[in-house]
């Protein structure tokens, strides 16, 4: 039993100084490969990528090794609080090695950053006596990915590899595309807060926590900005805070969220989430959900009072010039 921990002990001290060391390694990989949800990792020339029977893997091997990409899922399909990365590791690894008799040992999970991501390392000895490592590693847009990496010789030669790899497996946020609309005016909602709005609005301030912009086609509902605790979520999670927020604001209409349909990217560099809809009145409808430059949360509510949505650029335009100024 003495023995066993030792070698635990020392594949962990061999995994810390390896993660520190694969940081500073200059790993070249010139190639780059994107997913089927769109994710993308970059991993050397001379690898070769191949998807699996089982869905949602992609495989990637070397004459060394051969490294397992799991999709990138949510914490929530897993029963998970999110930022939980322990536990999704445990999960998946659980999940995988159902048939065999491996066994997670929790307390040799490392807890670490990759990419200034936080991720979870796992190495253990695999039901062949050889060396593997699990590792999941959350995207930018609040989902985990996953990597099982197994060598074809005892010792996983290419760990620092996996690791650089690591540091590139992310979701791509698109910068969403628009029209510039003209604001000619400006409207504070809260001390250095200000939105720009076009002149044809009406702006009632008698909301508790927003401002309702009013034209004769539309009618936008201007939040004023909140952090992310608010609904318990990780710093970033745009599409996360939507979903609470329609939840919170349009549940009492009978209204259901598809969260599928969220769309998470970027606007003016900031992260940004749209969701098109039809509201109870069966007219067209967009919430957006942008993030401020001091680390808070603005959104806008916008709806048709004739079908569509014909005013949809300008709350578009107006939630980009929504900023701390």
Do not use: C
Request: proline share 2%.
């Amino acid at each position: 039993m003495l023995s066993k921990r030792i070698f635990l002990i020392i594949i962990l001290v061999m995994s810390i100084a390896s993660v520190a060391y694969a940081q500073q390694l200059n790993v070249e990989l010139p190639n780059t490969h994107t997913f089927s949800d769109g994710a993308v990792v970059s991993y050397p020339a001379n690898w070769l990528v191949e998807p699996l029977e089982e869905a949602g893997v992609e495989q990637f091997t070397s004459q060394e090794s051969v490294v397992e990409f799991y999709l990138a899922v949510a914490y929530e399909d897993y029963e998970l609080e999110q930022g939980d990365i322990a536990g999704y590791l445990a999960a998946l690894f659980e999940e995988i090695m159902a048939e065999s008799e491996l066994e997670l040992d929790a307390d040799v999970i490392e807890l670490t950053m990759l990419d200034d991501r936080n991720a979870a390392l796992y190495d253990y000895i695999n039901v062949e006596g050889e060396e593997a490592l699990m590792l999941v590693i959350e995207f930018s847009n609040g989902k985990v990915g996953a990597i099982h990496a197994l060598t074809l010789d005892n010792e996983l030669t290419e760990r620092e590899v996996v690791l650089a790899m690591a540091e590139t497996y992310n979701a791509v946020l698109r910068e969403f595309s628009r029209r510039d609309v003209a604001l000619a005016r400006q409207h504070t909602l809260e001390e250095d807060v200000i939105i720009d709005y076009p002149s044809h609005f009406d702006v009632d301030t008698s909301g508790a926590s927003y401002d309702l912009f009013e034209s004769d086609d539309s009618s936008f509902v201007v939040y004023v900005p909140r952090p992310y605790s608010v609904y318990e979520l990780e710093a970033g999670d745009v599409g996360g805070f939507l979903e609470q927020l329609f939840i919170e604001t349009m549940s009492s209409d009978g209204l259901t969220i598809d969260t599928d349909s969220i769309e998470v990217g970027t606007m003016d560099g900031r992260l940004t989430a749209l969701y098109d809809y039809i509201d109870s009145y069966g007219d067209e409808a967009l919430m957006i959900v942008i993030q401020l430059s001091d680390g808070r949360v603005g959104a806008i509510n916008a709806w048709s009072y004739k079908g569509q949505l014909i005013e949809r650029n300008m709350a578009i335009s107006m939630a980009v010039s929504y900023d701390v100024r």
